[in-house]
């Protein structure tokens, strides 16, 4: 004798059945789905060839069309700064220049100032630029000073005096000629001061160990401490036959 299902199982069935074909996508006569996610082409990098997510995708200038990941733009701009050479697109077809604020969002703080550094000197080839001396300044400037030397500036940056033409700090009372002449340990401001002594005391330094000498009386004839000697008039190695030791008039 054959027994009735129970009914209320498939009546349960069914309204779930409806339901869920109230909602599923409907199928289109190509075969698509209406109402799924579209699947977004994935571009390759023009470096790397590797397939990028839309939001991965960078375009290195307004006028170039190719696109990079952050990672191959970030390293091109690298290699072409520490070769000082103006940073284009490298696809080999495309000479656009690319623009340092397009790339900025990939690039390190620091990479991104030194490119803006490089633009802004080669806005100047040709003009002879100088660079503040101090260490913690380095500011770069145009020296537009036509036929004329100039040598005491002013930073624009840190505000400091600076020699143009030395590449120094302002050597006060010493001229150009004479702070070339000085060592490399001699160029303290201690050092500048008694070479401006020196200069107005008309005292002469031994060409063998550098010490100064100051000639009171007598004449030109000088034997230094250290047991050279030499003229104090023209500071030559002294010589029995010597036509600079004349009387002083």
């Known amino acids: 004798m054959s027994r009735r299902l129970p009914s209320a199982?498939?009546?349960?069935?069914s309204r779930l059945a409806a339901l869920a074909s109230r909602h599923a996508p409907s199928a289109g006569a190509d075969g698509t789905v209406a109402g799924a996610e579209v699947v977004q082409d994935h571009h390759p990098c023009s470096i790397c060839m590797e397939p990028m997510a839309p939001s991965s995708v960078y375009r290195g200038g307004a006028s170039c069309a190719h696109a990079f990941c952050g990672a191959c733009l970030s390293g091109h701009v690298r290699a072409k700064l520490e070769r000082g050479a103006v940073v284009r697109c490298p696809d080999a077809s495309c000479t656009a220049a690319l623009?340092?604020?397009l790339c900025r969002g990939v690039l390190?703080?620091?990479?991104f100032e030194r490119w803006c550094a490089v633009l802004c000197e080669s806005m100047f080839l040709g003009a002879r630029r100088t660079y503040c001396p101090f260490p913690d300044c380095s500011e770069m400037m145009v020296a537009d000073d036509g036929e004329d030397r100039v040598t005491q500036s002013e930073c624009h940056?840190?505000?400091r005096l600076f020699c143009a033409q030395c590449g120094v700090a302002w050597?006060?009372?010493v001229?150009?000629?004479?702070?070339a002449r000085l060592g490399v340990g001699e160029r303290a401001r201690e050092d500048l001061l008694l070479v401006e002594a020196a200069r107005k005391g008309n005292?002469?330094?031994?060409?063998?160990?550098?010490?100064y000498v100051e000639k009171s009386t007598g004449c030109m004839h000088i034997t230094c401490r250290c047991g050279f000697?030499?003229?104090?008039r023209c500071g030559k190695p002294w010589a029995p036959i010597h036509d600079c030791c004349r009387p002083e008039a």
């Open 108 to 111: 390190p703080s620091q990479v």
């Open 203 to 211: 005292w002469k330094r031994c060409p063998r160990c550098r010490f």
């Open 175 to 179: 001229t150009c000629e004479e702070f």
């Open 9 to 13: 199982p498939l009546r349960r069935s």
């Open 229 to 232: 000697q030499f003229c104090y």
């Open 171 to 173: 050597h006060a009372g």
């Open 99 to 101: 623009d340092p604020e």
């Open 157 to 159: 940056g840190c505000r």
